[in-house]
């Protein structure tokens, strides 16, 4: 097996004098789906946004540690952020499509990048991804519509769609059927196991019974501590910690 | 009996009622022992009520209403039937004959008015009497009736609530009825500027100079279209040219590049420009950046350049509404929600990529809303124009030219002497109704706009 798409070595995470994550190894694997599960707080969707430096968004937040892509730290001088979020894309636990044409919202990523020569080269990434996506046949007669004028699964759906027509080799999702309905939910699982072989995925998720139906790995988090990482199946059928048994059974969280 | 005098008796009339009224209720109050709704300072103020706002009520109708029966008494005094035909003259005579009934005449009285005199303080306390009679009988009748009606079961509390709640319509309504009144004014005058010039020449007309009227046409004179565009090339393009980037700019740092501790001090002092009160900008516009302006046309070889150029008005006018910009386009951006711009910024856009596609667009009808609104203040807005525009109305496309805008006129129009009828004065009651509408509709667009927006991220 070669070595891994990310790999994650002694990270701890500060917001002001508040420490939210303490020293967290993990590595994850490209054609992987790894869930990160945990009670709220806990802390896994924060380390998720540290994999494609979205913290550097919040004024005073503080990593430390090493996060490498493909064996480059990410937290290096010279690592161009532009390019790391390129490569690991990011879906969010609301879908948030931008106010503007269905077509415009998956052309955002290659524009910016300047992935295509032409605007048929363009539309061809466009309907790649919309396919890829599951919403192709659902939206092929009005690409010109606004994208906030899908339902909510057909939006994150869009949004996934965003994200992978910039051709990542990541892609993130945080929580990204909490805000959906159950059938909404079964189609993006099911969009899940399709990409599963394209990126590696990695997925914060509330819902249990979805990190045991969608990944092959599980880490579990618990106030801001890995606890327990494996695959999906040994931490749910015979986890090794008492804090995971408990978490797993229901006891708390 | 003076106004003072009759309103300390009305109070005092009042203050009785309600010694007397909690006293009655506090009687009953020992007299059984149980409780009652009403406490007997309720009672008290009930009554006092019904005593003093009746006669209050009564007394300002009478204070409009009374100078007209004055003086209708007065002309039945047969020295009036040497009066002038109705008119200025008799109009100034008669407020001469009131100024010298009241004692207030200063200099050789005109001697029609002298003889007109007595019979004006005779009618005037005539009048105060029966004025006075009436304000007390009004408000001791109420004042006693609403005394019998103090019973242990009567619930004076619960009208004193809608007493109160009168008082506070009454106060909100005068501001609307304020408003209504100066727009009806504005109107009436119009129209009867309407009837000497016709509203097609009014608007379209090319030709300004109220100097000098022509009896026969008035309206060959008083064609405002000159001010119409100079108003707007003023305050809707060069101000807006200064104020939309400048603006929007600092909004664009302010929300999104500026460090909590720089935001804290740069948007207050921004605010504070909002607060230089319009005159300040005057003096500047005027003394200083007109100057200035005028300097750099001639040395560009525009030697003809106006010292009270547009661009000079128009400057410092988008300089005075940069912070009006400012905030309202800082509370649009700041309305787009984060999770729009998180997304832009996970997809690998820089800052300024996601500004500029993303949080602009999602931002742009409330930034088009605050516009709107500026340029309705812009047009509006009459110190920096007073001190810095010219007088003389020109169609221009030229900022180095002089030109005029419709506050300045309407203020040239009405300060100076001029009678009170002659087209030239009514021209100002036009003008002003017409600046009423366009900022008006202005407004109304930028609010609707700025609402159906809000709308669609709550």
Not at chain 1, 229 to 239: K, Q
Not at chain 2, 294 to 321: K, Y
Request: proline share 5%; hydrophobic share 50%.
């Amino acid at each position: 097996m070669n070595a891994s798409k990310i790999s994650a070595r002694n990270v701890n995470v500060f917001y002001g004098q508040k420490q939210a994550i303490s020293d967290v190894s993990l590595d994850f694997d490209s054609d992987v789906v790894t869930a990160l599960i945990g009670p709220s707080g806990c802390g896994k969707s924060t380390f998720l946004r540290t994999l494609n430096r979205m913290n550097d968004t919040i004024a005073n937040a503080r990593v430390e540690g090493r996060i490498a892509l493909d064996g480059e730290d990410i937290y290096a001088a010279e690592m161009d952020v532009v390019q790391l979020r390129a490569r690991v894309g990011m879906v969010f636990q609301k879908p948030n499509p931008f106010p503007k044409s269905i077509f415009e919202n998956v052309a955002y990523g290659p524009r910016i990048h300047g992935l295509a020569s032409g605007s048929a080269q363009l539309a061809d990434i466009v309907e790649r991804s919309l396919k890829r996506a599951g919403l192709w046949d659902e939206v092929k007669d009005r690409l010109s519509d606004s994208g906030t004028a899908l339902s909510g699964g057909q939006q994150q759906r869009l949004c996934i769609a965003r994200a992978i027509a910039v051709d990542p080799e990541v892609i993130l999702m945080d929580e990204p059927c909490s805000a959906l309905d159950p059938i909404a939910t079964a189609r993006i699982e099911e969009l899940i196991h399709e990409l599963k072989g394209r990126y590696a995925i990695v997925i914060v998720t509330h819902n249990m019974q979805q990190a045991a139906r969608v990944s092959q790995r599980t880490a579990f988090f618990h106030l801001g501590s890995l606890v327990e990482y494996g695959t999906t199946s040994d931490i749910f059928t015979n986890p090794r910690q008492e804090r995971t048994k408990d978490y797993i059974t229901g006891r708390y969280g | 009996m003076s106004i003072l005098v009759l309103s300390f008796l009305v109070v005092g009339l009042g203050l009785i009622a309600w010694l007397t009224a909690r006293m009655r209720a506090a009687g009953f109050r020992r007299a059984t022992g149980a409780r009652f709704s009403s406490l007997p300072s309720h009672h008290g103020a009930f009554v006092a009520l019904w005593t003093v706002l009746p006669a209050a009520l009564f007394l300002a109708v009478w204070a409009t209403a009374s100078p007209a029966l004055v003086t209708d008494r007065v002309l039945t005094d047969p020295a009036a039937a040497q009066l002038p035909p109705p008119g200025f003259e008799r109009a100034a005579l008669l407020s001469e004959a009131r100024e010298i009934a009241a004692g207030k005449s200063f200099g050789e009285p005109t001697p029609l008015a002298a003889k007109l005199a007595p019979a004006y303080a005779d009618a005037q306390s005539h009048y105060d009497w029966i004025g006075s009679g009436v304000a007390l009988l009004l408000a001791f009748a109420c004042g006693a009736w609403a005394f019998t009606r103090v019973r242990p079961d009567f619930r004076a509390r619960s009208k004193i609530e809608r007493v109160i709640m009168a008082l506070l319509l009454a106060a909100s309504l005068i501001a609307i009825l304020t408003t209504l009144g100066i727009v009806v004014s504005l109107l009436f005058e119009s129209i009867r500027f309407f009837q000497m010039v016709p509203i097609g020449q009014f608007l379209f007309g090319t030709h300004w100079s109220p100097q000098v009227i022509d009896a026969r046409d008035p309206g060959a004179s008083l064609g405002a279209l000159p001010l119409f565009w100079g108003t707007f090339f003023i305050g809707a393009v060069i101000a807006m040219i200064v104020a939309i980037p400048f603006g929007l700019m600092s909004a664009i740092y302010l929300t999104q590049y500026a460090h909590p501790r720089a935001r804290a001090w740069m948007k207050p002092i921004i605010e504070v420009l909002a607060g230089v009160p319009t005159v300040v900008y005057g003096y500047f516009a005027a003394l200083t950046v007109a100057p200035l302006v005028r300097d750099f046309a001639v040395s560009i070889g525009v030697s003809w350049a106006s010292s009270e150029s547009a661009l000079a008005a128009g400057l410092v006018m988008g300089i005075m509404i940069i912070p009006f910009v400012s905030s309202m386009a800082d509370d649009s951006i700041a309305a787009v929600p984060t999770a729009m711009r998180d997304g832009s910024l996970a997809m690998g856009a820089t800052q300024s990529e996601t500004i500029r596609r993303v949080l602009l667009p999602a931002a742009l009808p409330g930034v088009v809303g605050g516009v709107l609104l500026a340029v309705s203040r812009a047009i509006g807005e009459t110190m920096i124009v007073v001190m810095a525009a010219s007088g003389v109305a020109t169609l221009t496309l030229n900022p180095f030219a002089s030109a005029t805008t419709v506050t300045k006129q309407i203020v040239d129009l009405l300060t100076g002497e001029a009678e009170f009828d002659s087209p030239k004065t009514l021209a100002a009651f036009a003008l002003g109704l017409t600046l009423f509408v366009v900022t008006l509709l202005l407004n109304i667009v930028a609010l609707t706009v700025v609402k159906r927006y809000r709308e669609a991220y709550e």
